[in-house]
Structure formats: structure tokens, C-alpha cells
């Protein structure tokens, strides 16, 4: 027994069947995670420059393609400022968001690694007091 459990010992440490078993770990988790996070959802919150939400503002996102820009998609943010886009099957898209009374954000550009992946605005979109 002790013989057949030094085998198996050696035949693990050989570097090639390491890699492999790695790549494939690699690969296996990679699909995990695609599974569980292709809603297409895209959320985030637009504020003022004091950080407080500002409650119906249109968000604005737009697919960017090497071909050019595609139609906008736009939605409104709820009582706190936030915002949730569904369905988008975006690899590259740009976002900013507008209200009267503020100046419009930065348009920000964001390239995500798959279609349909489910991604949270880092930084909120920041309008500021103005016309």
C-alpha cells in the first residue's frame, strides 16, 4: 500500500500534471463565476459634490463600438440617487448622468471582461450645482 501511495505522491509532483490541474481549476472557477454574474445588470448612484443622492436624474449609457456609437440607453436614479440597467450585453460602454439645475457628469468609459456581466459603478457619478 505504502508503495502505491509514493506512485501516486510522484506522479502528482510532476510539474506538467500540476499545470495542468491549475489551468483547469483556473478554467472551472472562471465558468463558476460567468454563471453566476451574466444578468447584464449595471448599477451605481449619481450625487452632488457633498456626496448626497440626487433622486431623479437620467443616467445615460451607450455601447462603444469600433464601428461608433450606438443608441443610448437612459434610466431614472430613485429617491437615493441610485440607478440599475438590466439586460446589457455591453463589453464597452460609456455612462454619465444629467438633471436640470446640474451640470452634467464626466462621461466615464468602462470595459468589462465578458458580455452580460453583472458590474457596480465604482465611483458615483458626481453632478454639480450650475446649469
Do not use: C
Amino acid at each position: 500500500m505504502k508503495f502505491k501511495v509514493n506512485m501516486v505522491l510522484k506522479y502528482l509532483k510532476n510539474r506538467f500534471v500540476i499545470t495542468f490541474l491549475s489551468i483547469g481549476l483556473i478554467i472551472g472557477i472562471w465558468s463558476i463565476y460567468v454563471q453566476y454574474n451574466n444578468d447584464g445588470i449595471i448599477t451605481g448612484k449619481v450625487v452632488d459634490e457633498t456626496g448626497k443622492g440626487i433622486p431623479n436624474a437620467t443616467v445615460i449609457i451607450v455601447e462603444e463600438l469600433s464601428g461608433g456609437i450606438q443608441e443610448p440607453l437612459t434610466t431614472r436614479t430613485d429617491g437615493k440617487g441610485n440607478f440599475t440597467f438590466k439586460d446589457i450585453d455591453y463589453i464597452e460602454f460609456i455612462i454619465s448622468a444629467k438633471k436640470s439645475g446640474y451640470t452634467a457628469s464626466d462621461k466615464i468609459r468602462y470595459h468589462l471582461y465578458f458580455k452580460r456581466e453583472n458590474f457596480k459603478i465604482p465611483k458615483p457619478l458626481v453632478l454639480k450645482k450650475g446649469s
